[in-house]
Each structure stands twice: as structure tokens, then as C-alpha cells.
């Protein structure tokens, strides 16, 4: 199966860690130029070195205000010029804590980095989608938007409303031919999970634990590592999904399908 995505410009947020880190990769693998931007510039520079290929862009920017997603989009504009690929992938828990614990802030900065971060660069990014001959949004949510949970009901809500966004806007963006889906994952190792494991006294046997515990309630039997996420987002933003859009794609070991 031809994927085609040589050359194809592809914008990724969040990607110096994890998921988006692992999708850059895969890309840039597949020839594609990639635009990527995170807050820590130490992080896009060892991206930068393990990256394939030329002509990428690597941005500091903070997504969870609005100039920073201005920011990033300038600089894509200036130096891509282009955009045929929109992930919009940044994401956060932020604080684990249940209602009682949460501020008011707390749900403030969950909507902007969850939700508001992929309304604004879609927003930004919609009139070069419309130009390219084969344009793809594809929104990173997660389980937690339809299996909501005590201890983070602000991410959980903000991601079920990105989902949804996801279906609305793939009905207004139909007539333009610009395609919008969402992939849901279960538990994947990343950062996130590694600053959880760096809290305890012994944080390898922490990770150890955590992995352990985790994937024991996978049918899989093992947690999901951000490579596992790449192969659907490479299928998504090629020309083989034409007739695919407004459907959300759970990619969790089999967690959501096995209740009991
Ligand atoms: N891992 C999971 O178990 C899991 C499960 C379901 C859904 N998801 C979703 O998948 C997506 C990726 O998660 P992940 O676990 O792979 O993330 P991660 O490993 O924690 O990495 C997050 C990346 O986003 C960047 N980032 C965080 N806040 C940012 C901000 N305000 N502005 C710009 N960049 C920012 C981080 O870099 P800086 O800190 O340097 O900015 C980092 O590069 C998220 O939307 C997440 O909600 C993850």
C-alpha cells in the first residue's frame, strides 16, 4: 500500500516527547517534511539530531496560549509556506486530582491546552488545507473522553470535547475535502508516565511496577509505547483513507472493548 506522503507538509504539536515525538519520526520516515513545536527547545534539538531527511522546522512554543499558537503557525507559514497535514496532538492531565481538588484555574488551563490549542492552529491552518490535493486533520484524544475518570474529570471532559469537535468539524470541512478524524489511546509510556515514575524514591522500579500493573488490565498484556500510534496516523493522513472522515479510532491494547 502506497502512503505517498513524500513531501507532503505535516505540522505536529507536542511532538519534543512521546506520542508526537514518535509521529514526527515516522513522517519524516516516510519523506514527509515536518513543522513540530513543544515548549522546551532542549527537546526539539534532540529531535532535530534523530530526525531523517531535510527541511523540517522545530518551534518553541507554548500551545496553551494563544500567541503561542500564533507563534507556531508563522513560523510555518514563513518557512513551510504549506500545510497538507494538521495533528493536533498536544495534550495534557496537567494535575491529577479529583472534583474537589480542582480549581477553577485548573479546568481554565486544561480547556486551553486540551481543547483551545487544536480550535485556534485548525482555525489558522484551514486556509492552506484548502489549497493542498490532499488535506488531513487528525485530532490526538483518549479513552478518557467516552471512560471518564475520578482522577482527572477535567482532562477527561476537555477531551471528549475535542472528540466531538472532531465530528463537527469534519461535517463543515467536508465540502473542501479536508478530512478530520481522531485516534483515542489507552495507556502509552511517555513522559507524562516517566515524571510520575521520577516522583518516587526508586524510579526504575517504579516504571517497572507501573508497567507491569498497567498492562495487566490490557488484553494485549503490556502498556502502549508511542510507536504504536504511528502506523494509524500514517494510514489516516495518506490518500488510502479518501473516504474517511468524522470517526474517532480507539487504539488500546483492547482496554475499552473488554469491561470486565
Ligand atoms: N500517554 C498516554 O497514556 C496518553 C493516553 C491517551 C491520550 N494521550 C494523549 O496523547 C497526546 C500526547 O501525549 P503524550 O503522553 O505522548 O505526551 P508527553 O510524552 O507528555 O509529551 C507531551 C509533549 O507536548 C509538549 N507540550 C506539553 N505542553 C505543551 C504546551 N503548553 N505547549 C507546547 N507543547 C507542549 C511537551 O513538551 P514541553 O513540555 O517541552 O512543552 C512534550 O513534547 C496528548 O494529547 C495526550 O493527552 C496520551
Redesign the pocket.
Known sequence: MGLNLKSRKVLI??????????LALAFAKEGAQVAV????????DSLADEIEGAGHLFV??????AE?VET?HKNVTQQLGQVDVLI??????LKLANFFELTDQDWEDSF???LM?AVRLTRLCIPSLKQSTCSRIIN?????AGNPQEVFPH?SAM?AG?SNFTVSLAQTLAADKILVNSI????????????EAQKSSSPEQTKKEIMQQTGETIPLKR??M?ED?TGLALFLASEQSAWITGTNFTV?GGLTGNPF
Not at 518553541?60 to 496560549?65: P, Q, V
Not at 493536533?88 to 492531565?93: C, K
Not at 483515542?184 to 515524571?195: A, L, M, Q, T, Y
Open positions: 504539536t507536542g511532538a519534543g516527547d512521546g506520542i508526537g515525538r514518535a513545536c513543544a515548549r522546551s527547545q532542549d527537546r526539539l518553541s512554543a507554548d500551545l496553551g496560549k503561542g507556531f493536533n496532538n498536544v495534550g495534557a492531565i486551553q491546552i486540551n490549542s490526538i484524544s483518549s479513552i478518557a482532562y477531551k475535542l483515542s489511546p489507552g495507556p502509552v509510556w511517555s513522559k507524562s508516565w516517566e515524571d502498556m502502549g508511542p500510534l488500546d
